[in-house]
């Protein structure tokens, strides 16, 4: 069936940092912007309907793996706790978008070329 290709045919790019395990990629950077933008922990995690021990576990394997904090954490009283990135949990957050935008527009322009030659193999 050459030429049959689907329209909604597409790549499907990830973009994660890995070590003995994957530690940092699209869940961790919403975390990261979701506190940036609630200033807490529990409200990212309730904006992205993450469990709050998910979300701190999230964030500590991250932090232990990349060796520097990304969250500055104040401890709540009768008004809650607050969070906020770190200089560097920002610069990363910045970074890590940026280059999982690059990798993706990459990917894309490539698979464009990718889709020709399967639409038209002859």
């Known amino acids: 069936m050459a030429g ?11 973009v994660r940092l890995i070590d003995a395990r994957p ?3 699209p869940g961790t ?4 912007r979701a506190i940036q933008e609630c ?3 529990l409200g990212a995690c309730e904006r992205l309907e993450l469990s709050y021990s998910k979300g701190r576990a999230i ?3 991250a932090e232990q ?9 104040t401890k709540g009283g009768v008004g809650g706790g607050s969070a906020s990135l770190t200089e560097a949990g920002v610069r990363l957050l910045d970074s890590f978008e940026q280059y999982q935008a690059d ?4 990917a894309q322009e490539h698979f464009d070329a990718l889709r020709t030659q399967l639409e038209h193999p002859e």
């Open 65 to 73: 793996e990349l060796g520097f904090p990304l969250v500055r954490r």
């Open 59 to 61: 964030l500590h394997s």
């Open 4 to 14: 049959k290709i689907s329209h909604t045919f597409r790549p499907d790019i990830r």
């Open 39 to 41: 200033g807490s922990v």
């Open 23 to 25: 530690f940092f990629g």
């Open 103 to 106: 990798v993706r527009r990459y």
């Open 29 to 32: 950077s919403a975390l990261l």
